[in-house]
């Protein structure tokens, strides 16, 4: 492998990547430049430690997350696929939820309406007076 | 997609190259590089049918190719970011990504690095966009990370005993790992992005070649560089 600078051949170094000759002239160089001796060290006990870290797992429902972000984004399906069928029917199940609701709301209001006219008491009262108007109306009109 | 992902979608010549220099194997190999090899040409022709199954619409093979890559992705993000809720939000991008620009795939150059192309570059404009708002990564690097953690064979792992030798070697090598992190997330993005690729996740010359698009004399000093401003910041861990 050609190593045109000091510290292209010092990562290939570190990296197993020097072939042959070239690995035993940059050690033979190592040994007449202690400074650089000494760099490398430092770098064998710094990798040592770094590929020590451990893998990372991505969150278990990852996959979940992007498929929903996918469904909620705007804008035509490249692919072909229809996201937004999928949520079509929680959609359109909501949608009756809500006006089942609603009309069994407006309709229980409207029999309270009802009620409450019926026992108003002044109605009563006027509905009674008339009552007696039109019976005092037919004895005047039997005299 | 943005313009850098775009080009990402292009195959790079070091891509190429890196395949047509596994085309024209060497005479002889040595048992455990054939291996690799064989186990990089089943990976290829795998992504190649995941790929086309995406392109003709079916949704399975884009939960397939997530699955197979998520942790991958998801630890490159992690490990250059420092914070765990942005590096999920990044790496959730980055599928999204590849889910509309699949169509731009023209499958010239491996998906593979197609992917951690696109990945990389997300990952980078997000950094930038960050900086413009101070954003401070530390806020995450104190939770446990042996708790998201996992061993070669899928088992939990304590991370850096190894290294940290005693009695109290679990909250040592806590403790280091956490400056490890800490000190990476500090560094230049494009150093970041290198130790990531080869230090901690063993990615070869030729792969990181077709990821980055750089010579490989400018990889080999700009990742000498890297390590040395690494170094720099953990030699109090060190000593």
Known sequence: MAADSNAERMTAYLDDALEGDDASSFEAWLED?????????????????????????????????VAKKIRRSRGPDPNGMN??????????????????????????????????????PSAAKAQEKAERARDAAQRKGLE | MNAEDNRASQPSAADSASVAGSADAEPELDPAEKKRRDARAARDARDRRLVRRLKQGDERAFQELVHTYQDRIFGLVYRMIGNRQEAEDIAQEVFISVYRGIANYRGEG?????????ASNTTKNRLKYLKGRNFHRADDIDESPAAHTKGKDGGPVVA???????????VQGNRLEQAIQREIANLEPEHRLLIVLRDIQGHTYAEILAITGLQQGTLKSRLHRARLALKVRLEPYLE
């Open chain 1, 83 to 120: 996201w937004s069928l999928v949520s079509m029917p929680f959609q359109v199940l909501s949608v009756i939820i809500i006006m089942v609701i609603a009309a069994t709301y407006l309709m229980l209001e409207l029999d309270r309406d009802q009620a409450r006219i019926e026992k108003d």
């Open chain 2, 160 to 170: 850096l005993q190894s290294v940290v030798h005693g009695p109290e070697a679990t």
């Open chain 1, 33 to 65: 430049s202690p400074d650089a001796k000494k760099e490398v060290e430092d770098l064998q006990r710094l990798l040592s430690v770094v590929r020590e870290l451990p893998d990372v797992e991505a969150p278990p429902d990852f996959y979940d997350k």
């Open chain 2, 110 to 118: 491996r998906f593979y690095t197609w992917l951690y192309r696109i």
